[in-house]
């Protein structure tokens, strides 16, 4: 295993990407970027950014194209991202993204973009039982007997149901996904940059998929 990798992984809201990519960020020992974990920190610190952010992220809406590249483009500037790489989670999100993060990544091209396919009706069971830790968003399926308070394993946070794991804001983020985000996929596969990973089964058995597909890639 090579450390560094430039890596975006797309896929459905719920397919797992938020599990795998912080084993990915460990395995390759990259900075796991992701832009909702962003947002949600900028709420939990009451910007005024992340204020207007979480009203669109609690109806399950889509943080204006703009605001979401000025955030990326500086993160990606940041030093660690420069030398060591990225795992790219939830951004690009739109064909507009998509563009302006070519433009972004023109000195350090990307090495792989992997679709992680995980069915509509599978991620809709998945989000209805899914816990996150607030503050290193680690991923738990809550099985009904859970502590309360829930802490978390890897890092003592508090583990909680996001707030926009409601029944309407999933089904608004999944429509979302299949007309803004699912056109990404012709974009990069159509520059012959992408590689369809199938998300179902273990997730040693997912991430072990993952590794191999982003060590053809680079
Ligand atoms: P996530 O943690 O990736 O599921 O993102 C949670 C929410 O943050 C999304 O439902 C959007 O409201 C917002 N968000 C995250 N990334 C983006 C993005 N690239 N473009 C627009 N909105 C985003």
Not at 133 to 138: E, F, K, M, N, Q
Not at 175 to 203: C, K, M, W
Request: charged share 25%; hydrophobic share 35%.
């Amino acid at each position: 295993m090579i450390p560094g990798a430039r890596i975006i992984i797309l896929g459905r809201q719920g397919a797992g990407k938020g599990t795998q990519c912080v084993r990915l960020s460990r395995h390759y020992v990259v900075p796991h970027i992701s832009t909702g974990d962003m947002l949600r920190a900028a709420a939990r610190e009451g910007s005024e950014l992340g204020l207007a952010a979480k009203e669109v992220m609690d109806a399950g809406g889509l943080v204006g194209d703009e605001i979401m590249i000025g955030l990326v483009a500086e993160r990606l500037e940041k030093a660690d991202a420069t030398t060591r790489g990225f795992i790219l989670d939830g951004f690009p999100r739109t064909v507009k993204q998509a563009t302006a993060l070519d433009r972004i990544t023109a000195q350090q091209p990307i090495h792989v973009v992997i679709d992680l396919d995980v069915p509509r009706e599978i991620v809709l069971e998945r989000l209805s039982s899914r816990r996150v830790c607030r503050d290193c968003g680690t991923n738990y399926t809550a099985a009904g007997q859970e502590p309360s308070p829930w802490i978390c394993d890897v890092c003592g946070g508090d583990v909680q149901q996001r707030a926009d794991d409601t029944p309407d804001s999933v089904n608004r983020r999944l429509d979302l996904y299949e007309t803004q985000t699912s056109p990404l996929i012709d974009y990069f596969s159509s520059r012959g940059a992408l590689t369809v990973v199938n998300g179902v089964g273990h997730p040693d058995h997912v991430f072990k998929r993952l590794t191999d597909s982003v060590e053809a890639r680079r």
